[in-house]
């Protein structure tokens, strides 16, 4: 399927979330709307970057850049541990493992992980200590737990739509 079918489904959905948000005060800033929102659409995006996709480009785009960066400020340990972890969709066919429900759990909690890793929020050691893992989650819900909903949302989103809208389906060749 194009990427256009479930970016327009993570826009829209991730539109109405954000404007729920706000509602109900889960996020009165327009940074955490916003935040809200483009994690909403990113995510409804990610299962698909276990194939060659625009997403996929894209990806790679961005964390080549993130790689970088965390190069060019010494952090080559961090560096090495995100290059592995983007390195991972790659490993399996496509809708492989990516495609599966656990990993709308499992892949929003590493999106959480290496944005702690670049704002460097964990104490040194949290990243691989197992002691730790529990606290590490505990902290995601109590801390970022609206953010998580949102990439875990926009991720089922993208299984849903490969599921209801057939494979075969075209944007502008419509009946």
Do not use: N
């Not at 909690?109 to 050691?125: F, Q």
């Not at 902290?139 to 970022?144: C, E, I, L, P, S």
């Amino acid at each position: 399927m194009l990427y256009r079918a479930h970016l327009v489904a993570g826009v829209a959905a991730g539109g109405v979330i954000a404007a729920v948000a706000r509602g109900t005060g889960a996020a009165s800033t327009l940074d955490g709307q916003a935040g809200i929102f483009g994690l909403f659409a990113v995510f409804s995006l990610l299962p698909d970057l276990d194939t060659a996709s625009v997403t996929q480009r894209w990806f790679y785009r961005c964390m080549f850049v993130f790689l970088v960066t965390l190069l060019a400020q010494g952090r080559v340990g961090e560096a090495a541990f995100a290059g592995a972890a983007a390195t991972l969709p790659l490993v399996h066919r496509h809708r492989g493992w990516m495609h599966t429900p656990w990993a709308a759990v499992i892949v929003p909690l590493g999106g959480v992980l290496l944005w702690d890793l670049y704002w460097r929020t964990l104490r040194p050691g949290d990243v691989l200590s197992g002691a730790t893992l529990a606290g590490f989650v505990t902290d995601v819900m109590k801390q970022r737990g609206i953010f998580f909903a949102a990439m875990t949302g926009g991720y089922l989103l993208h299984l849903v739509v490969d599921f209801w809208i057939p494979a075969g389906l075209r944007w502008g060749r419509l009946p």
